[in-house]
């Protein structure tokens, strides 16, 4: 869940979840929360769009992603296309099979409204492809809104460097950043902005950086570790 949608989605669900809205996790509180709620929580249309080929999805808050065929083709959740162990697409699908062409024929919500169901058109060894609504709330593209946020937030600060940055890398002190929110956001800043920083006086115990992460959010799992 990104920067931008995470507080939209989750600080809501702080009263109907009855969580305290203060604490360095409470973030990572929430998301757990979020992902446990029964999945009728998800309540969604579908529509598939021919002309435009996206499949159109309404999601509770009313905001509408519209999802290239090509782009669910791509990302297709079945064993075939994607592999369980991993957590990553098959490749070599991609490399041999072009879906440039691929189009939905038609797109039904599950009665449950967990799963959606993406039929294709003249595909004969690969008819059918279901994607979890989970799944497709945690990936749905930003609004134009969002995108506005992020630009005006911190996108435009972003900038390039080279070795003119050797010796210059910005320092932070690592009990400032738990202790100190204005320390924190400009290491934050820093992060955005350049990408690069150095963290001193770290703590020689095991699991200092996740305590560190957890200052910021939860923690993503994938399948780099």
Known sequence: MSAILRPRILLPLRKILQLPSYGHNSHGRLSQAWLSLPKHAYSVRVQNN???KCMDVTWEDGVTTNFPHLY??????CPSCFDPQ???????NSIYNSYLDS????VNLSQDQQTIQVDWENDDQHPVSRFPVEWLRAHRFPTQDEISAMSRIYLKDRRTWGKELSGH????????LHQDDETLYRWLKCL??????????VPREIGQVNKLI?????IRTTNYG
């Open 50 to 52: 021919t002309e435009s």
């Open 72 to 77: 669910l083709r791509d990302h297709c959740r």
């Open 86 to 92: 991993t957590k990553s697409r098959v490749i070599f």
């Open 103 to 106: 189009a939905a024929k038609d």
């Open 169 to 176: 890398i910005p320092e932070f002190d690592c009990q400032q």
């Open 192 to 201: 955005t902005t350049i990408g690069l920083s150095i963290v001193k006086n």
């Open 214 to 218: 957890n200052r910021v959010g939860y």
